[in-house]
């Protein structure tokens, strides 16, 4: 005799959406201002948004609203990156330090020197 059990009905999910969680309501973007700029305008624009990083809306939302990003010097953004090496490395090393790979300093030497290459590259962040 061959019994089958019934299989339950699962429950429908809703389809799964990609990308961005959506604003709330309020914060939903609706409305548009637009703005004629001579030549020389746009270019002040552009040289002041590449400096942050920023696409032109909104660099112009940001500045609206007092709330730019500081610019960064080239040479500071160098500087970070080269010491972003500096802590992979540091964490590298302890690393062998912890699996018996290695012999050096100890740990809290390694850790406070960590602390003072992060402390730099804040410092280099906040410099305008």
Request: glycine residues 4%; contains cysteine; charged residues 25%.
């Amino acid at each position: 005799m061959d019994t089958q059990l019934p299989i339950p009905e699962l429950p429908k999910l809703p389809k799964r959406k990609r990308g961005p969680k959506p604003l709330p309501v309020e914060d939903v973007r609706l409305l548009t201002v637009s703005v004629r700029l001579n030549p020389a305008e746009i270019a002040e624009l552009d040289s002041a948004r590449k400096l942050v990083q920023m696409r032109r809306g909104t660099y112009l939302r940001s500045a609206s609203r007092g709330v730019l990003p500081p610019s960064i010097p080239a040479i500071n953004r160098e500087a970070w990156s080269s010491l972003s090496h500096v802590c992979g490395n540091l964490n590298q090393y302890q690393a062998a330090i912890n699996e018996g790979k290695a012999t050096g300093y100890p740990p809290s030497v390694i850790q406070e020197l960590h602390d003072q290459v992060q402390r730099l590259r804040k410092e280099l962040i906040f410099i305008s």
